[in-house]
Nanobody
Framework: QVQLVESGGGLVQAGGSLRLSCAAS????????MGWYRQVPGKQRELVAT??????NYADSVKGRFTISRDNAKNTVYLQMNSLKPEDTAVYYC?????????WGKGTLVTVSS
């Protein structure tokens, strides 16, 4: 079993920045992919960014504003979010893929005020 703990969410004004962190612990072997997804009420969870063996992937809506990074020694993934917009408001979830299984964190709320 793998546990993921997210942190760093909160309230920020439009144009501001936040940094999310997600630490993985438990029965971790080789982590293939770590990433961030987000969800607003009434909508499907959507991909924000992933990182796999150093290769990053971003949703078009966040390219140039968000940066995903990973500390392999700490099994931690980060999401630096700059130039935040009200439409970035959502619950952000961390996902880790290891041992052929996907694991989700409980989420952290990001609210961007206009």
């Amino acid at each position: 079993q793998v546990q993921l703990v997210e942190s760093g969410g909160g309230l920020v004004q439009a144009g501001g920045s936040l940094r999310l962190s997600c630490a993985a612990s438990g029965s971790i072997f080789s982590i293939n992919t770590m990433g961030w997804y987000r969800q607003v009420p009434g909508k499907q969870r959507e991909l924000v960014a992933t990182i796999s063996y150093g290769i990053t992937n971003y949703a078009d809506s966040v390219k140039g504003r968000f940066t995903i990074s990973r500390d392999n020694a700490k099994n931690t993934v980060y999401l630096q979010m700059n130039s935040l917009k009200p439409e970035d408001t959502a619950v952000y979830y961390c996902k880790c893929v290891t041992g052929g299984m996907g694991y989700w964190g409980k989420g952290t709320l990001v609210t961007v005020s206009s």
